[in-house]
């Protein structure tokens, strides 16, 4: 089943009816509204469906439409005959209870097959209340919202009414609904509409129109239904309804409006990342109406030439960078909006230095405690990756120097890292990078480091490999062979291997080496397990461990003290130099664990997180932290302290949408979770490193003894089969939600080959009914799912790739 398209056509107008309460006469109004329509627009089509329905058929609302708005073409598409809620009334009907997911697909199957290709009005009507639960029990709040259908809201004029109104509009605003008027009953006694018309007007903007009640019901059949059209025949040409509808009208060509010109103005006005515009014309500026799930609601008209039946003028998009790696609870997540609205609510922001709330508390103790690491014990709080991973430079800088007495301040200070690695684009963190495209035309950049090459891993003709550069083939050797990616990451049984011998002692030699020539340096800063923007590399997680380990046994070769491992008593206390992970792409789940090192069987001194951390919904920042660190900036002296930090430091929204985001992936990663499927996906074997087999500074900092094995959301069927495709594909990994292909391409590879742009273009092609949003990092295509992403859009994501790749 193809992702649901949004409700946008032309000459179509779609406007969705929702109740403030249940009895507030939803149907009423929408009967009133068709006949309007049929008398303003005399040559168009009206249309009426109820999605849901309960109750006798013969009671039903399409029975009442049928009866006082006979020009009007109504359908229900599911029909329970039991008075009761939905979700009740389709449990006891024991026919097959259609998921959200196809109960908007037959929406829109109807809206696409019968009403869209003729100029009109249709009216979608909901059950009962905003939050009246659907068949499948989910509020229709969150079912129907990402159809992204302008609504008409009816408020409820009865004792009680005002607040349940205003609950209403709240809770649907909430939720993205573009609330475009809200209709009324005109009740003498309490009067809302007087209330209602000044809070929506007056603080929103949103007018109220109302009508007169309808007659009371007679015993008399024939009585009450003279009485019903007469009340419709006034009603229906009171030139309020007439002035609801012609704005309604309004509201929908200048929408369309403002898409068809959006590129134009955008690729005026607007200053892109990562992009040369002079490449870039409005053509290809994706105009986004809207996101709810994996998918972008992208604004795509008709090619001029097709004269068979028009889709929507939105096509879904799968957002496959997951939003710049953000993206892991799906857009327009209502949990996480909640989230976000009651800590705006209950604090706004408030001043963070000397002060705490229970929001930054809180997920400092859930992220302490989740990482499982009793190095850490401290958080500090920024914006975003890279002031994190900035901060954590300083840390471990200042500790450096403050251990080895170098004094605060030092200039000559540098790190060690890997080739390729990336840190963000602050100042700070470009310089933790050596010189690439990144960086090599920013004036103020100065590389300050010493960058390791090293082995990569990438599935070849169906094998696992680990490939080592040319570079180094004279210390390392041939690299390995391997038949399974989880053989790769069981470094309890490589740790043994000769290759993880010709590691260490290629590490010592060139930590010597740079000994000799009296360079300092102050921290190891790395990426775990992957290096992200430099180009989705898969770092042989033994030889990450293995720079871990020897940095941390080479007091002597940093340090003018000529300290030694052996010295320290606590073993979380740091030795050689501070350990620095940048997790701010690979942790928290985006690789199937809480922690991407937990991989490598070693853990940081300082541990930096973001993207994932809030689900995609707002920035945020924390950088983790030792004690050992954090005491290198205990003093009398102010001037000593972490001197640091921003305005919305620990921004309660973040922090409360982080605590909520967080906790939902626990949740899904707990036994009988969301990804089960995922982790039987076809990926076996163990990679867990036993507290027996670690070194010395690692029993007290043990891997998590419960961790799954390696698994990805793509199949390994699926990634073998690509990696077979060696006219096209040099390598390809997946590994948690991350899918990266090597593209076989005749330029040079790295961020400036254009070697993946046509399977890139091929994605975003895609077909009919959706296609693919993707980035890529020169001849490296990456594809990302979101933690919710499901098994069938895996499937079909799957499938489009092979597709392509023919």
């Not at 954090?630 to 102010?638: H, T």
């Amino acid at each position: 089943m193809a992702p649901v398209r949004s409700l946008l056509w032309r000459s179509l107008r779609v406007h969705q009816i929702y109740g403030a309460n249940t009895d507030v006469g939803k149907t009423i109004f929408a009967t009133l509204l068709c006949n309007a329509t049929t008398k303003i627009w005399k040559n168009e089509k009206t249309s009426f469906l109820k999605p849901v329905s309960t109750g006798p058929a013969d009671e039903a609302d399409s029975c009442h439409i049928a009866k006082y708005a006979p020009s009007t073409t109504n359908s229900t598409l599911i029909q329970y005959d039991i008075p009761a809620s939905p979700h009740l009334a389709a449990k006891a009907s024991g026919k097959v209870i259609p998921s959200d997911h196809a109960l908007l697909q037959r929406v829109y199957d109807h809206v696409f097959s019968h009403l869209a290709q003729v100029p009109g009005w249709l009216f979608l009507e909901t059950a009962g209340g905003v939050h009246s639960p659907g068949p499948s029990g989910t509020s229709q709040a969150d079912i129907y919202a990402p159809l992204r259908v302008p609504v008409i809201l009816i408020g409820d004029s009865k004792l009680g009414g005002i607040s349940q109104t205003i609950a209403a509009f709240e809770s649907l605003k909430l939720r993205g609904y573009n609330i475009q008027t809200v209709l009324l009953f005109q009740e003498a006694q309490y009067e809302n509409y007087r209330y209602l018309t000044d809070h929506f007007c007056g603080e929103h903007g949103i007018p109220v129109t109302t009508v007169p009640q309808p007659p009371p019901r007679h015993e008399n059949k024939q009585q009450e239904e003279a009485a019903m059209n007469e009340y419709y025949s006034i009603a229906s040409s009171d030139p309020a309804i007439h002035g609801v509808l012609q704005n309604l009208d309004q509201h929908h060509q200048d929408r369309i409006s403002r898409l068809e010109t959006m590129a134009h103005v955008a690729h005026k006005h607007i200053w892109y990342p990562f992009t040369q515009q002079k490449q870039l014309p409005p053509g290809k500026i994706s105009i986004i109406d809207s996101a709810h799930g994996d998918y972008f609601q992208v604004f795509t008209p008709p090619n001029k030439d097709v004269t068979a039946p028009k889709h929507s003028l939105l096509r879904p998009a799968f957002d496959g960078s997951a939003s710049w790696w953000t993206q892991g609870l799906g857009h327009a997540n209502s949990r996480l909006s909640l989230a976000a609205s009651y800590a705006a609510g209950h604090y706004g922001h408030v001043m963070f230095a000397e002060a705490i709330h229970e929001p930054a508390l809180a997920l400092a103790e859930l992220l302490l405690q989740g990482m499982r690491n009793p190095r850490l014990t401290r958080i500090f709080y920024t914006d975003n990756g890279s002031t994190g991973c900035e901060v954590a430079i300083k840390m471990a800088l200042r500790a450096s120097c403050v251990r080895y007495g170098w004094g605060a301040g030092n200039k000559d200070l540098g790190i060690i890292g890997l080739k390729g690695s990336y840190h963000g684009d602050t100042i700070g963190a470009m310089d933790c990078a050596e010189p690439n495209v990144f960086n090599e035309k920013t004036e103020w950049y100065k590389g300050r480091g010493f960058w390791f090459d090293y082995p990569t891993v990438s599935c070849v003709d169906g094998k696992w490999l680990v490939e080592v550069p040319d570079s180094l083939r004279e210390h390392l050797g041939e690299g390995a062979e391997f038949d399974a990616l989880a053989q790769v990451f069981d470094l309890q049984a490589r740790k043994n291997d000769e290759l993880c011998r010709r590691y260490e002692g290629y590490i010592e030699s060139v930590l010597r080496d740079l000994q000799h020539s009296k360079r300092k340096f102050g921290a190891l800063v790395l990426e775990p397990v992957v290096l992200g923007a430099g180009g989705m590399i898969l770092v042989d997680p033994l030889f990450q461990s293995s720079l871990v380990n020897v940095v941390r046994r080479s007091a002597h070769l940093f340090g003018d003290s000529g300290q030694t491992t052996s010295g320290a008593v606590d073993p979380n206390v740091w030795t050689g130099l501070p350990v620095v992970f940048d997790e701010v792409f690979t942790g928290l789940y985006r690789l199937g664990r809480f922690s991407a090192a937990s991989f490598l069987g070693v853990q940081p001194d300082i541990s930096v997180h973001a993207k994932l951390l809030t689900g995609g919904l707002v920035p945020l920042c924390a950088t983790l932290a030792s004690e050992s660190i954090f005491s290198a900036f205990e003093s009398s002296d102010k001037s000593d302290a972490l001197l640091h930090g921003h305005s919305y430091t620990a921004h309660p929204v973040g922090c409360q949408v982080a605590l909520e985001s967080v906790r939902e992936m626990q949740r899904m990663d707990c036994g009988g979770g969301s990804w089960d499927w995922a982790k039987a996906n076809g990926w076996t074997g163990s990679m867990l490193m036993h507290e027996s087999d670690m070194g010395s500074t690692q029993k007290n900092n043990p891997v998590n003894d419960d961790q799954p094995a390696v698994w990805s959301m793509w199949s390994r069927e699926f990634v073998e089969s690509l990696s077979r495709r060696t006219t096209r594909v040099t390598g390809v990994w997946a590994l948690g939600s991350v899918l990266a292909i090597n593209v076989h391409g005749e330029d040079e590879a790295g961020y400036k080959s254009q070697a993946a742009a046509a399977l890139q273009a091929r994605l975003r092609e895609g077909n009919d009914h959706w296609n693919v949003h993707s980035r890529v990092l020169g001849n490296m295509l990456y594809i990302m799912a979101s933690q919710k992403s499901s098994r069938e859009d895996i499937k079909r994501l799957q499938n489009l790739f092979l597709e392509s790749l023919e």
